[in-house]
């Protein structure tokens, strides 16, 4: 959960950009993970 909470993510969900928020939870870790893996 840190992850996500510490995440530019949840940031975009918080602020309701791009219809972010409306996606299925499975895109959204799939988005996450996507965007972790790049910062390594």
Known sequence: MDLYYHSEL???INQ?????QYLDYKVLAQILME???RKD
Request: cysteine-free.
């Open 10 to 12: 949840a940031d975009k």
């Open 16 to 20: 309701g950009q791009e219809g972010i």
């Open 35 to 37: 965007m972790e893996t």
